[in-house]
Protein backbone atom coordinates (compact mmCIF):
# COMPACT_ATOMS: atom_id res chain seq x y z
CA UNK A 1 0.00 0.00 0.00
CA UNK A 2 2.96 2.54 0.71
CA UNK A 3 4.63 2.01 -2.47
CA UNK A 4 1.11 2.70 -4.74
CA UNK A 5 1.24 5.75 -2.46
CA UNK A 6 5.02 6.82 -3.34
CA UNK A 7 4.27 5.64 -7.02
CA UNK A 8 1.45 8.22 -7.08
CA UNK A 9 3.10 11.14 -5.60
CA UNK A 10 5.96 10.80 -7.94
CA UNK A 11 3.25 10.44 -10.91
CA UNK A 12 1.54 13.26 -9.77
CA UNK A 13 4.37 15.13 -9.47
CA UNK A 14 5.75 14.36 -13.05
CA UNK A 15 2.25 15.35 -14.57
CA UNK A 16 2.33 18.37 -12.73
CA UNK A 17 6.07 19.55 -13.54
CA UNK A 18 5.05 18.03 -17.30
CA UNK A 19 1.64 20.19 -17.01
CA UNK A 20 3.53 22.93 -16.12
CA UNK A 21 6.30 23.12 -18.64
CA UNK A 22 3.36 22.51 -21.77
CA UNK A 23 1.55 25.33 -20.24
CA UNK A 24 4.78 27.78 -20.22
CA UNK A 25 5.65 26.76 -23.79
CA UNK A 26 2.17 27.86 -24.81
CA UNK A 27 2.80 31.23 -23.05
CA UNK A 28 6.31 32.31 -24.00
CA UNK A 29 5.93 31.62 -27.37
CA UNK A 30 9.68 32.32 -28.38
CA UNK A 31 10.26 28.85 -29.99
CA UNK A 32 12.52 27.99 -27.20
CA UNK A 33 12.59 25.52 -24.32
CA UNK A 34 13.01 25.35 -20.86
CA UNK A 35 16.47 23.61 -21.68
CA UNK A 36 17.38 26.84 -23.53
CA UNK A 37 15.74 29.11 -20.72
CA UNK A 38 18.51 27.09 -18.16
CA UNK A 39 21.41 27.74 -20.22
CA UNK A 40 20.47 31.68 -20.39
CA UNK A 41 19.76 31.72 -16.52
CA UNK A 42 23.49 30.03 -16.18
CA UNK A 43 25.10 32.22 -18.42
CA UNK A 44 23.72 35.48 -16.75
CA UNK A 45 24.75 34.31 -13.35
CA UNK A 46 28.53 33.23 -14.22
CA UNK A 47 29.54 34.59 -17.39
CA UNK A 48 30.81 32.83 -20.28
CA UNK A 49 31.60 29.57 -19.89
CA UNK A 50 32.60 26.36 -21.80
CA UNK A 51 30.06 24.04 -23.17
CA UNK A 52 31.36 21.00 -21.64
CA UNK A 53 30.96 23.14 -18.06
CA UNK A 54 27.87 23.79 -18.98
CA UNK A 55 26.38 20.75 -19.72
CA UNK A 56 28.01 19.05 -16.33
CA UNK A 57 26.26 21.96 -13.86
CA UNK A 58 23.00 21.67 -16.14
CA UNK A 59 22.66 17.89 -16.42
CA UNK A 60 22.84 17.38 -20.30
CA UNK A 61 25.38 15.78 -22.35
CA UNK A 62 27.58 18.10 -24.29
CA UNK A 63 25.97 17.39 -28.05
CA UNK A 64 22.68 18.61 -26.17
CA UNK A 65 24.08 21.66 -25.15
CA UNK A 66 26.03 22.37 -28.32
CA UNK A 67 22.57 21.72 -30.04
CA UNK A 68 20.28 23.99 -28.01
CA UNK A 69 23.25 26.47 -27.99
CA UNK A 70 23.15 26.72 -31.71
CA UNK A 71 19.72 27.90 -31.96
CA UNK A 72 20.22 30.59 -29.21
CA UNK A 73 23.14 31.63 -31.13
CA UNK A 74 21.27 31.88 -34.29
CA UNK A 75 18.64 33.53 -32.25
CA UNK A 76 21.11 36.43 -31.09
CA UNK A 77 20.43 35.47 -27.56
CA UNK A 78 23.88 34.11 -26.85
CA UNK A 79 27.08 34.88 -28.64
CA UNK A 80 30.24 32.37 -28.67
CA UNK A 81 33.75 33.69 -28.28
CA UNK A 82 37.26 31.82 -28.60
CA UNK A 83 39.62 32.12 -25.50
CA UNK A 84 42.43 34.66 -25.57
CA UNK A 85 45.29 32.61 -24.99
CA UNK A 86 43.84 28.89 -26.41
CA UNK A 87 41.83 29.95 -29.61
CA UNK A 88 40.51 25.74 -29.62
CA UNK A 89 38.65 26.88 -26.21
CA UNK A 90 35.43 28.60 -27.52
CA UNK A 91 32.75 30.23 -24.76
CA UNK A 92 29.44 31.25 -24.95
CA UNK A 93 28.15 34.08 -23.00
CA UNK A 94 25.10 35.51 -23.12
CA UNK A 95 23.77 38.76 -25.45
CA UNK A 96 21.49 41.74 -24.07
CA UNK A 97 18.77 40.12 -25.65
CA UNK A 98 19.60 37.11 -24.17
CA UNK A 99 18.71 38.89 -21.11
CA UNK A 100 15.85 41.14 -21.91
CA UNK A 101 14.26 37.11 -23.04
CA UNK A 102 15.39 35.47 -19.73
CA UNK A 103 13.85 38.15 -17.77
CA UNK A 104 10.83 37.60 -20.04
CA UNK A 105 10.63 33.83 -19.34
CA UNK A 106 11.14 34.49 -15.63
CA UNK A 107 8.44 36.64 -15.21
CA UNK A 108 5.89 34.72 -17.30
CA UNK A 109 7.28 31.59 -15.17
CA UNK A 110 6.24 33.41 -12.16
CA UNK A 111 2.79 33.99 -13.52
CA UNK A 112 1.91 30.89 -14.51
CA UNK A 113 3.10 29.43 -11.38
CA UNK A 114 1.04 31.87 -9.05
CA UNK A 115 -1.77 30.84 -11.73
CA UNK A 116 -1.61 27.60 -10.82
CA UNK A 117 -1.28 27.87 -6.80
CA UNK A 118 -4.15 29.97 -6.42
CA UNK A 119 -5.91 26.77 -6.45
CA UNK A 120 -4.61 26.09 -3.15
CA UNK A 121 -5.78 27.65 0.26
CA UNK A 122 -2.74 29.45 2.34
CA UNK A 123 -3.04 26.39 4.48
CA UNK A 124 -2.34 24.37 1.95
CA UNK A 125 0.38 26.12 0.50
CA UNK A 126 1.92 26.28 3.97
CA UNK A 127 1.82 22.79 4.31
CA UNK A 128 3.32 21.53 0.47
CA UNK A 129 6.36 24.53 1.79
CA UNK A 130 6.88 22.78 4.41
CA UNK A 131 6.77 19.49 2.69
CA UNK A 132 9.03 20.79 -0.08
CA UNK A 133 11.43 22.12 2.40
CA UNK A 134 11.67 18.67 4.23
CA UNK A 135 12.38 16.65 1.14
CA UNK A 136 15.51 19.59 0.13
CA UNK A 137 16.19 19.26 3.49
Known amino acids: ?12 MDQFTNNLIVEWNKTFN ?3 GVSHVL ?3 HLNLYGKQKLSDIAKVIGLTPPTVT ?4 KLV ?3 FAARCKDEEDRRII ?3 IT ?3 KEVLGRANREGQVLRRKLFEKLSPEERRQMLHI ?6
Open 67 to 70: HLSD
Open 132 to 137: YQKLNG
Open 96 to 98: DAG
Open 30 to 32: QEL
Open 91 to 93: YLG
Open 1 to 12: MEEETIFEIIHN
Open 39 to 41: ILG
Open 74 to 76: KKG
